[in-house]
């Protein structure tokens, strides 16, 4: 078990770019999650995957946001023409099934900051 | 909806005193019910959940929870804090069939010596 792995864990990017943010969950973990932090708040829910499935978006991931977990392994989060607004940190979890006892583990982030 | 609240952004504590954070959930079902801790630039740590059985939750690290239905409350404690203890600390609640959680806004704990 090698834990949750995002990359990169620090992204700076001008206004209008585009970024991209991977995540790797912990093996064989079919759910995986994607939560905004900002600063001083508790993360924020923005999508979910069982295997390759998306199920689940947030009202909070406009049209800019896209995530895809292809061969439900790895999963990316792409931003297009990041504003200001979306200087956060961005949080990937995964657990193995949705159970109380499948509690969701965390990877360190990757913190955006637009300039 | 479910949903928690922390109260108290910021607690101070000293070394070896008491620490407690506190939280309230909403819910209309019985709620599972987590703590998890953050260090500075870094994810989130899991340190106990409440599912369903005994009401007092051991977790990692001395700290330990109780679950009081009555007062719809999942306080988080330890006996003596640490300076090692200093971080953000999160309550959670899953909010739907489909597990995502929902977080309060966080407590930020500050040991003094």
């Known amino acids: 078990d090698t834990g949750v792995s995002q990359n990169p864990r620090h992204k700076i990017t001008k206004r209008g770019q585009n970024v991209t943010f991977r995540c790797d969950p912990i093996s064989e973990h079919n759910r995986l999650y994607w939560y905004r932090q900002t600063l001083g708040q508790g993360p924020e829910f923005l999508t979910y995957f069982q295997n390759e499935a998306q199920l689940e978006k947030s009202r909070l991931l406009s049209d800019r946001f896209s995530a895809e977990r292809p061969k439900g392994s790895f999963s990316t989060l792409e931003i297009q023409r990041t504003e200001q607004g979306d200087s956060a940190m961005y949080l990937c979890?995964?657990?193995f099934g949705d159970g109380p006892n499948q509690p969701q583990h965390f990877g360190d982030g990757t913190r955006l900051s637009i300039l | 909806a479910q949903s928690v609240t922390q109260l108290g952004s910021h607690v101070s504590v000293s070394e070896g005193a008491l620490v407690l954070l506190r939280c309230n959930y909403s819910s209309s079902v019985p709620p599972y019910l987590f703590w998890y801790v953050q260090y500075p630039n870094q994810g989130l740590q899991l340190l106990l959940k409440y599912t369903t059985g005994a009401t007092l939750v051991k977790g990692i690290n001395g700290f330990e929870a109780e679950f009081k239905k009555s007062e719809t409350s999942f306080h988080l404690t330890k006996p003596s804090a640490h300076m090692s203890d200093a971080a953000e600390y999160f309550c959670?609640?899953?909010?739907?069939?489909?597990?995502?959680?929902?977080f309060g806004a966080g407590t930020q704990v500050v040991v003094t010596p």
């Open positions: 979890a995964s657990s």
């Open positions: 959670a609640v899953k909010s739907d069939s489909w597990g995502k959680l929902q």
